[in-house]
């Protein structure tokens, strides 16, 4: 694989985020009274955070006004973000710290590529806030994932071409961002996972080590 760079995505590939977003979102959709499960969840990975709301009130007997829809999003980010307080570099696994310090060795160039507004300090929380190459992030973006626009702010911050930029992704629509802008794209877990565009499933994260 020609490939010099490795743009990650964030929640659910460098740390396990997902499942306070996960929590977040159920607390909102409980409070409404909308069914919501760990399959409906699956479809807001890569998601922004509005768009993720406008997927959850699908199921919503009423309608809300954009105004109610504002308030649902912060109430879900502000439960979002008590549960980010507690995390530490503690929840960084080894597998992944040491795999990406052994890409560093290998000399690749490494950068965040998520649709989140609150990477940047989730990367404080776990030890990573000045780890990274490059980071684009929600605060970058004016389109989300499948739209391949942070993947190509990440490669235009790295100073890379995309076409030797690879992309670890749990999300589908990472997975089809990453091809929209010409990247390899690898799926690890979440709804990426042979979900057909992809061109590699990765067994774990550590096997980076072994497809590079
Ligand atoms: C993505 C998550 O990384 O960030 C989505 O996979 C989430 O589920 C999106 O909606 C936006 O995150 P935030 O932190 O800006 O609400
Ligand atoms: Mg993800």
Request: aromatic share 8%; with cysteine.
């Amino acid at each position: 694989m020609n490939c010099k760079a490795v743009i990650f995505d964030l929640d659910g590939v460098i740390c396990f985020t997902d499942k306070y977003h996960y929590q977040a979102w159920k607390a909102l959709a409980d409070r409404l009274g909308i069914y919501f499960d760990e399959v409906i969840n699956n479809r807001l990975r890569g998601v922004s955070r509005m768009a993720s709301l406008e997927i959850i009130l699908e199921r919503a007997e009423k309608s809300y006004t954009e105004e109610e829809k504002l308030a649902f999003a912060e109430e879900k980010n502000n439960t979002y973000r008590n549960l980010l307080k507690n995390m530490s570099p503690a929840d960084l696994t080894d597998e992944v710290r040491e795999t990406l310090e052994e890409l560093r060795r290998r000399g690749y160039l490494l950068a965040i590529g998520s649709s989140s507004k609150n990477t940047r300090f989730i990367l404080g929380q776990i030890g990573l806030a000045t780890f990274f190459d490059a980071i684009a992030d929600g605060t970058d973006i004016t389109r989300s994932k499948p739209d391949p626009e942070v993947f190509q702010i990440a490669a235009q911050k790295l100073w890379m071409d995309p076409a030797l930029c690879a992309v670890v992704e749990d999300a589908k629509a990472g997975i089809q961002a990453a091809k929209a802008a010409g990247m390899t794209a690898l799926a690890l877990h979440g709804d990426a996972e042979n979900c057909g565009l992809e061109d590699c499933n990765l067994a774990s994260f550590s096997s980076l080590l072994d497809i590079l």
